[in-house]
């Protein structure tokens, strides 16, 4: 597929949600990202669809895989980068949140790629900058390129319609299950979220996904699981009694593997706590998809800077 066909498919001049998408966008993102794959084809060629385009990583809260693949991203396009980090800069002296963002905007920024620790916050910049935005994580609410890549991974094994997904863990504090289940419930998948009755809103079911406490229930019914972390950073008191009881109802082992469906599609979205979401064999085992979800992450990345680029240059175009 060339470019061109993806921006009759364009997803408007932010990224913020998956929540806001149509399938049909959802599908045009992961069929660019394929082309990109198939045209990268492993090797580390730099093509020149965002040349002129400057591209901006705003991040206030740590990142690893987020964070590389979206500078790599941005420069594999043949785009200008410029790498922000909270520690360090002029919020330390008062400086707002927008302030900061518009700042490096004058500088001939085009496109933002925004990581906070509060929900909404790429969508206040979105109000605010003449920039296109991307949400990289704002808190609890939202990880659109985390689920694309997620989806990307399931599809490139599995047609995502009628699919048993299982996301386990923490999905009180997980935005990436909340992107993950608008994502996969538009492609046509089932979605059950499992974990401690703790760690499940009971509002979850207005999103119509399935509700499971007992993982050894699921396991023979489900084609893949997403084992999120819990997050501890976002928990005020304790969820559960211990870490070990915590690893023993719902971590992932080699055991549970064997009883579950065949060709169990395991992701993690990362950072992963080896022994406790999952154990190391099951990490390093064939069915884990771990790191293929972060080389497919660069893709995914790639196609949604080039969709809000080509909106940009239009925008431009129309003054
Ligand atoms: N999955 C994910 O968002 O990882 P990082 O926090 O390392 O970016």
Redesign the pocket.
Known sequence: MRVAEADTKSIGPDLLGIEELSAEQITAILDLAEHYREQMNGGTEKLDDLQGIVVANLFFE??????TSFNLAARRLGADTVDFSSSGSSLSKGETFVDTALTIEAMGVDLVVCRHRTPGAPHMLARHLKAGVLNA?DGTHE?PT?ALLDMLTIRQRRDIRGLKVALVGDIRHSR?ARSNIHGLQKLGAKVIVCGPATLIPRTITQLGVEVAYNLDEILSEVDCVNLLRVQFERQRGAFFPSIEEYAHLFGMTGERIRRAKEGLLVLA???INRGVELTPDVADGPNSLILNQVTNGLFVRMACLSLLAQERRRLRQSG
């Open positions: 740590p990142s690893t895989r987020t964070r994580g990880h985390q990436v979205p990362g950072p």
